[in-house]
């Protein structure tokens, strides 16, 4: 049973830094692509980062580009996202979930955590 949980939310100031992780479990991962996501009140979910476990390619969307970088820990099956200069706008539930495409579609990836909610304050 593949099991995605999340940690490391909270609430930070505008400007600061946070950093979550995803501990992966249940099966061998290195086959997958692993995304970050978020979910903000009354949007849709978007994927903010992805990573190929194998080779550790990544993407980025537009909105988090040069501020938040994903990366992943074959050793401990964790995948990370450093989350810098945070903005407001970046307040969200943010969840980890894998697949077995390189997409950003929430409908692609068919595991998912239960979700860490970030607040960031101005």
């Known amino acids: 049973q593949v099991q995605l949980v999340e940690s490391g939310g909270g609430l930070v100031q505008a400007g600061g830094s946070l950093r979550l992780s995803c501990a992966a479990s249940g099966r061998t991962f290195s086959s997958y692509a692993m995304g970050w996501f978020r979910q903000a009140p009354g949007k849709e979910r978007e994927c903010v980062a992805r990573i190929v476990w194998s080779s550790g390619s990544t993407a980025y969307s537009d909105s988090v580009q040069g501020r938040f970088t994903i990366s992943r820990d074959n050793a401990k099956n964790t995948v990370y996202l450093q989350m810098n200069s945070l903005k407001p706008e970046d307040t969200a539930v943010y969840y980890c979930?894998?697949?077995?495409?390189?997409?950003?579609?929430?409908?692609?990836?068919?595991?998912w955590g239960q979700g860490t909610l970030v607040t960031v304050s101005s």
């Open positions: 979930a894998a697949g077995y495409l390189r997409s950003f579609r929430a409908s692609d990836y068919g595991y």
